[in-house]
Nanobody
């Protein structure tokens, strides 16, 4: 079992920045892929970014060039640096560890609101 706890969400003005963190309850060194998802009101949960243990990253087109995913295995923590935020980035952001048929691990989510 792995518990995931997100932090760093909040209210920010358009054009601003936030850094989300996802702390795992145990070592993530051997976890291949981790990712961030988000869900806006009335919409389906969508993939934002993923990162592998080797550092390969993948981003949704809507966040490319603005968001950066990273991980610190020594701290058992994954991050999402979000710059040039837009109102359409408003959502609950979740960290994820995919496990296929075993069932993914999810955090409880952290709210990000981009508004003036």
């Amino acid at each position: 079992q792995v518990q995931l706890v997100e932090s760093g969400g909040g209210l920010v003005q358009p054009g601003g920045s936030l850094r989300l963190a996802c702390a795992a309850s145990r070592s993530i060194f051997r976890i291949n892929t981790m990712g961030w998802y988000r869900q806006a009101p009335g919409k389906q949960r969508e993939l934002v970014a993923t990162i592998t243990s080797g550092g390969s990253t993948n981003y949704a087109d809507s966040v490319k060039g603005r968001f950066t995913i990273s991980r610190d295995n020594a701290k058992n923590t994954m991050y999402l640096q979000m710059n040039t935020l837009k109102p359409e980035d408003t959502a609950v952001y979740y960290c994820n560890i995919p496990r296929g048929i075993l069932g993914d691990y999810w955090g409880q989510g952290t709210q990000v609101t981009v508004s003036s």
